[in-house]
């Protein structure tokens, strides 16, 4: 796994606009060889730091470098190691991906690289007409394969797999498994935990441009809550599941329980297996209502 | 890769940024040429009727001067020669009015237009500077400015023969050159108000501001003592002030709206390296 050299280093990075503080003092680190998912609900200013490293933002305060570069200043020689897919992927609708890949290997001084067809074969893009009659997906499709080009070692994703169905989400997955090996950086924003959780190595949540915590996957996992659907084969006893340790909204409904756990399931199991179990059903909560719970803080809309 | 076809790539990708915008701006400059060709064509055709026409010449010779003003560069109206008859009809108002509409529209879609639509967040994705690219875009749109009059100055030059209207090389050369640095002027504010804003509907409405307001200027100074001084400064007058269909191109206009450009040019490139990007 790479040589864990430090890839993005951004300090007390911060962006206003006007008397929004879109991103407030975000302080983050990607070393090569490590995919760090980037999650909060839309607004909280994961596209700000994307546009901030890309150098299409000048910083308010704090400064963001990669490889050593400074994004605002020395944009070009940082792009030039950088893929970049934006969140909204918006081409040239009268060219082919195809002939958007040349221009861009031209623009960096390439040859028009012969992975592309690979590539594209993997991720299923239609080269050869113009994206603007792409379906929404095949056009998220030939960003993806736009940003991967020319063997970049960092790779910004803003929503990556949005619009993508599961197929091309899973080799797209393996791609960049596949560059994370040969020892890339990745910075992956989303919203959906279930993705980062398959993807990432550390996950930073921001909210309302705030860096709320920096985790390992496996430290989140603990911490996420899982909302638990019981059914029982008979009723059991009304009170046999409030002592549960991180056990929240306990509802009994007949043989019927429902009730949310906080961080590890093991202990409601422990207690479950008393019983007879005709069905259990675990959904994790959503990103939102994870770090919700963690910080206790109310949406300040 | 060999090092031969990689220093081939390096060069040919060093404009790569002016080849594609005229790339995707070739089918658009062919239906602007056909139509300067097409309006040339017009004007030529009714030529013949009206050299001969002596009645319509001095209807022109009574008309009050604010009227002539607005015709024509100059205000002197001469129907007697091709020349003169052009400069009312086509250097007087309809070719700098058409090639500012061509040139606001092209300048205005270089940078905010490209902004507005996404393209320029790809084109700026790969290792190129702002400058470069707002250098590049504008040397697309200056070179598409001129491949518009060198259309113009064909057709002028074809339907002079077929008529027998006489014009000189020179006087053509001139006129598609007046024209040009008449749009590359309401071109470059444009691409300028563009670049430093990021709004398609600002840089639209300036430049057609400046455009229309250099053409009342140079109307107005004709009739009114109190703005005769400020003839100077309005690039219409600069450019096509001195009729170069008939006279020539007036260098020292010429070069003075030029300096302009650049310099209005430089300010948008300057202005759009330090903003963000919207």
């Known amino acids: ?301 | 890769m060999s090092a031969i076809t990689t220093a081939r790539t390096q060069i040919t990708g060093r404009w790569e940024v002016t080849r594609q915008a005229l790339r995707a701006a070739r089918r658009t400059l062919a239906i602007w040429s056909a139509a300067f060709a097409g309006l040339i064509a017009l004007y030529a055709v009714i030529w013949p009727s009206v050299r001969g026409n002596t009645s319509w010449r001095n209807l022109f010779d009574t008309l009050p001067q604010t009227y002539r003003a607005l015709f024509t560069a100059s205000g002197t109206i001469d129907l007697s020669t091709a020349g003169g008859y052009l400069g009312v009809e086509l250097m007087g108002f309809m070719g700098p009015a058409l090639i500012a509409v061509y040139a606001i529209s092209a300048g205005t879609a270089a940078i905010a237009g490209e902004e507005d639509r996404g393209g320029l967040e790809v084109t700026l994705s790969a290792p190129v500077s702002r400058a470069r690219v707002f250098g590049q875009r504008f040397a697309a749109l200056a070179a598409g400015i001129a491949i518009l009059m060198i259309a113009t100055g064909a057709a002028l030059w074809v339907f002079s023969a077929l008529l027998d209207m006489g014009l000189g090389l020179g006087a053509i050369a001139s006129a598609a050159a007046a024209l040009g640095i008449f749009g590359l002027f309401a071109g470059a504010v444009a691409i300028a108000v563009g670049a430093a804003t990021g709004s398609p509907a600002i840089a639209r409405g300036v430049a057609a501001l400046v455009a229309v307001a250099s053409y009342l200027i140079n109307a107005l100074a004709q009739v009114t003592s109190a703005l005769r001084p400020a003839r100077p400064i309005s690039p219409y007058y600069l450019v096509l002030g001195n009729e170069p269909l008939a006279h020539g191109l007036w260098l020292t206009g010429a070069v003075s709206v030029l300096a302009a450009v650049t310099v209005i040019a430089a300010a948008g490139g300057i202005l759009f390296a330090r903003r963000d990007l919207s």
């Open chain 1, 1 to 301: 796994m790479g040589d864990h050299k430090v890839v993005i280093q951004a300090e007390a990075l911060s962006k206003r606009y006007g008397r929004v503080l879109a991103l407030d003092g975000l302080s983050l680190e990607v070393r090569a060889g490590e995919v760090v998912g980037f999650l909060g609900p839309n607004g909280a200013g994961k596209t700000t730091t994307m546009r901030l490293l890309m150098g299409y933002l000048r910083p308010t305060a704090g400064s963001a470098r990669v490889h050593g570069l400074d994004c605002w200043r020395d944009s070009p020689a940082v792009h030039a190691r950088t893929g970049y897919l934006p969140g909204e992927v918006r081409l040239w609708p009268k060219m082919t991906a195809r002939a958007i890949a040349a221009h861009l290997a031209r623009l960096r001084g390439q040859e028009y690289d012969t992975g592309t067809a690979d590539l594209a074969k993997r991720l299923d893009v239609d080269l050869d007409r113009p994206v603007g009659e792409l379906s929404k997906g095949n056009r998220q499709k030939a960003g993806v394969l736009l940003a991967l080009l020319g063997d970049p070692d960092l790779l910004l994703l803003d929503e990556p797999t949005s619009g993508l169905d599961p197929l091309v989400q899973a080799e797209f997955h393996a791609v960049l498994w596949e560059r994370v090996q040969a020892g890339t950086a990745v910075l992956l924003s989303s919203h959906v935990l279930s993705e980062v959780e398959r993807v990432a190595d550390r996950v930073a949540i921001i909210r309302s441009g705030r860096l709320l915590m920096l985790e390992t996957m496996a430290g989140l996992r603990e911490k996420a809550r899982h909302t638990l659907e019981v059914r029982f084969g008979s009723p059991p006893p009304p009170q046999a599941f409030a002592a549960v340790p991180g056990i929240t909204d306990v509802r009994l409904d007949g043989s019927l329980l429902r009730c949310t756990m906080q961080g590890v399931v093991d202990p409601l199991i422990k207690v479950l297996s008393r019983y007879h179990v005709v069905d259990l059903n675990s959904r994790e909560a959503d990103l939102e209502e994870t770090f919700l719970t963690l910080y206790g803080q109310e949406d300040p809309k």
